[in-house]
């Protein structure tokens, strides 16, 4: 019995299926935090620039 537990404990220590898996969760886990933390600064980064585009476009057609 004890050797049986053994073995099984062995064995589940050995086996290394599952823990890419594991790696790409963790991976997708801190991108998502860096994105959730800096959307914001983006957001007004991407706002900005289309508002000037528009103000450009505008003294454009003013020409």
Avoid: H, P
């Amino acid at each position: 019995m004890k050797q049986r537990l053994k073995q099984s404990l062995e064995r589940f220590f050995r086996d290394e299926t599952g823990q890419s898996t594991t790696e790409y969760i963790l991976i997708l886990a801190v991108v998502v935090m860096i994105a959730m933390k800096f959307k914001d600064q983006v957001g007004k980064l991407i706002s900005n620039r289309v508002d000037k585009l528009g103000d450009d476009l505008g003294k454009f057609d003013q020409m």
